[in-house]
Antibody, heavy 119, light 107 residues
Framework: EVQLVESGGGLVQPGGSLRLSCAASGFTFSSYWMHWVRQAPGKGLVWVSR????????SYADSVKGRFTISRDNAKNTLYLQMNSLRAEDTAVYYC????????????WGQGTLVTVSS | SYVLTQPPSVSVAPGKTARITCGGNNIGSKSVHWYQQKPGQAPVLVIY???DRPSGIPERFSGSNSGNTATLTISRVEAGDEADYYCQVWDSSSDVVFGGGTKLTVL
């Protein structure tokens, strides 16, 4: 059974940092592209970032570029999102999701982890 | 950047057909994926590559894509179909793009 389990969310002050993790199991993690998608309270889905299967290529939404860094450890079957210089508008549930390749659907999703940026 | 436009809400009576549209410039040239999200849950893929259904998704769910509009069609709507639905494409300049979402209400 495919499982994606996010962790690392919580309350952080504006300007602070947080690192999210996404532990994968039940599939060949190293063969899949991985994405982070967020959803602010009561709002829609917004794509944040993606990384290719071997970690050599990354992409970011303009709203997080220069502040967030996506990475992966294929030996540990884990995806990461390092979030720096956090703002109130980064408050959201953050989901990790898998995809076979570029342009492929996000076929499996984690349950999400809530990040709250507030003083 | 590429923009996808969905109606905020669609209402349908049980047993009828719901159609949720997703508009985008020449979207017919792109592959469209659709997700269902129920309250407090993660999104679930219901249609991929315009019209394919993942295993476990009822045949009542179907999709089409042409010109500037993609459509998710849900036949014989049930109360359990009530959810938010999102379309999504990949764009070479924007990477992954989601529509704003449509709340399906079963009357």
């Amino acid at each position: 059974e495919v499982q994606l389990v996010e962790s690392g969310g919580g309350l952080v002050q504006p300007g602070g940092s947080l690192r999210l993790s996404c532990a994968a199991s039940g599939f060949t993690f190293s063969s899949y592209w991985m994405h982070w998608v967020r959803q602010a309270p009561g709002k829609g889905l917004v794509w944040v970032s993606r990384i290719n299967s071997d970690g050599s290529s990354t992409s970011y939404a303009d709203s997080v570029k220069g502040r967030f860094t996506i990475s992966r450890d294929n030996a540990k079957n884990t995806l990461y999102l390092q979030m720096n210089s956090l703002r109130a508008e980064d408050t959201a549930v953050y989901y990790c999701a898998s995809a076979h390749m570029t342009a492929a659907p996000l076929d499996y999703w984690g349950q999400g982890t809530l990040v709250t940026v507030s003083s | 950047s590429y923009v996808l436009t969905q109606p905020p809400s669609v209402s349908v009576a049980p047993g009828k057909t719901a159609r949720i549209t997703c508009g985008g410039n020449n979207i017919g040239s792109k592959s469209v994926h659709w997700y269902q999200q129920k309250p407090g849950q993660a999104p679930v893929l219901v249609i991929y590559y315009d019209s394919d259904r993942p295993s476990g998704i009822p045949e009542r769910f179907s999709g089409s894509n042409s010109g500037n509009t993609a459509t998710l069609t849900i036949s014989r709507v049930e109360a359990g179909d009530e959810a938010d639905y999102y379309c999504q494409v990949w764009d070479s300049s924007s990477d992954v793009v989601f529509g704003g979402g449509t709340k399906l209400t079963v009357l």
